[in-house]
C-alpha cells in the first residue's frame, strides 16, 4: 500500500516537472521571438537607407519614373555609377581623402595615447583641472574655432597645404581628441601598475615600459581610437574646405558639389542640374563605400575593442 502511495507521487511530481520544463521553454521560446523580432526592427531601421540607395541607384531613367516599381528594377544601370566615378573623380578624391583621413587618425591616436597614459599613472599638478577643459574642449562646437584657426594658420603661411590636418592632430588637438583621451586615461587606469613596476625593476625607463607594456595592452583602445577618428576626419568637410579646399577635395567635399559638377560634364547648355537621383546616389554610396568596407573589415575588432575600453560607460 505505501509503495503504492510513493509511486503516486513520484507520478505527480514527475507530471508537475514536464509542466514547468513545458511552460519555461515556452517563455523561453517567447521571449527570444520577441528579442529577435525587436532586433530585426532596430536592424532594418538602420539598413533601409542603405538598401533605397543601392536599389535606387542601380535603376534606369525609366525606372525611376514607374511608380510601379520600387525594389525590383527592370534591369541594372551600371552606366549611373560610371557617371558618379567620372564625376567625383574617384580616384583623386580617394587619394585625398586618405591623405586627411588615414594620416591624421594615426597620429591622433598616437598623441592621445601619450596623453591619456601621462594622466593616468604619473600625479601631474592640477589634473582634474586639465580634464575639466578637455570636457569643456570636447562640448564646444568645433565651429566656434573655425575663425580663429583659419587666422593662426594663416599667419603662419599653412593655409591650402595639409598642415591644419595634421599638426593639430600630432598634438592632441585634432577631432573629438579630448574624447580619446579620456578612452585612453580609462583604459589606462584599470591596468595593474605592477605591470610597470616589474619592468621598472628590470631596468626599463618610462618610455620602455609605454611602448613595451602599455601600447601592446591598449589594443581596444587603439582600435576604437583609430576608427571614430578615421572616420570622423573622413566625414568633416567643414574645417577642410575653408582650411584647403581650394586645392584638395575630397570624396566628401566633391559630393558637395556633385550637381554642379555632374551638369558641366554631361550637360553644360543646360541652366539648371539635369543630374537624377539615380546617378547622385550612385555618388553618394561611392562616397561612403570605402568607409561601409573598413567597416564590415574590422566590424569583430571594433566591437570587442568598444566593449573592452569601456567607452559604453562599464
Known amino acids: 500500500m505505501m509503495r503504492k502511495v510513493l509511486d503516486e507521487i513520484k507520478k505527480k511530481r514527475n507530471m508537475e516537472g514536464r509542466r514547468v520544463n513545458r511552460t519555461g521553454k515556452r517563455f523561453r521560446i517567447e521571449g527570444n521571438l ?37 525594389w525590383l528594377p527592370r534591369g541594372i544601370c551600371f552606366d549611373n555609377f560610371a557617371k558618379a566615378l567620372n564625376t567625383l573623380c574617384f580616384g583623386s578624391s580617394f587619394a585625398n581623402s586618405l591623405l586627411t583621413s588615414l594620416i591624421p587618425a594615426i597620429l591622433q591616436s598616437f598623441a592621445c595615447a601619450v596623453t591619456g597614459y601621462a594622466l593616468a599613472r604619473f600625479s601631474i599638478p592640477g589634473k582634474k583641472f586639465w580634464m575639466a577643459l578637455m570636457v569643456a574642449a570636447f562640448i564646444t562646437p568645433s565651429q566656434v574655432m573655425l575663425i580663429p584657426r583659419y587666422l593662426m594658420f594663416n599667419q603662419y603661411k599653412m593655409i591650402n597645404t595639409l598642415m591644419p590636418q595634421y599638426l593639430p592632430a600630432l598634438f592632441g588637438q585634432g577631432l573629438k581628441s579630448s574624447l580619446f583621451i579620456l578612452v585612453y586615461y580609462n583604459f589606462f587606469s584599470t591596468y595593474p601598475k605592477s605591470l610597470d613596476e616589474s619592468a621598472y625593476l628590470e631596468g626599463a625607463g618610462r618610455l620602455t615600459v609605454f611602448f613595451r607594456v602599455a601600447v601592446p595592452l591598449a589594443v581596444p583602445a587603439h582600435v576604437v581610437s583609430f576608427l571614430f577618428s578615421f572616420v570622423w576626419y573622413w566625414n568633416e568637410t567643414s574645417q577642410a574646405s575653408l582650411l584647403f579646399g581650394s ?34 546616389l550612385a555618388g553618394t554610396l561611392l562616397s561612403v563605400l570605402p568607409l561601409l568596407i573598413f567597416y564590415l573589415i574590422l566590424q569583430r575588432q571594433f566591437v570587442e575593442s568598444i566593449e573592452k575600453s569601456g567607452i559604453t560607460g562599464e
Open 247 to 280: 586645392v584638395i577635395k575630397t570624396l566628401p567635399m566633391k559630393l558637395g558639389s556633385f550637381a554642379d559638377s555632374y551638369r558641366s560634364l554631361y550637360a553644360p547648355e543646360v541652366s539648371f542640374s539635369s543630374v537624377n537621383e539615380a546617378v547622385s
Open 34 to 70: 520577441v528579442r529577435y523580432v525587436i532586433l530585426i526592427g532596430i536592424g532594418f531601421v538602420f539598413l533601409y537607407p542603405v538598401l533605397y540607395m543601392v536599389v535606387n541607384s542601380l535603376k534606369s531613367v525609366e525606372d525611376l519614373v514607374d511608380p510601379t516599381i520600387e
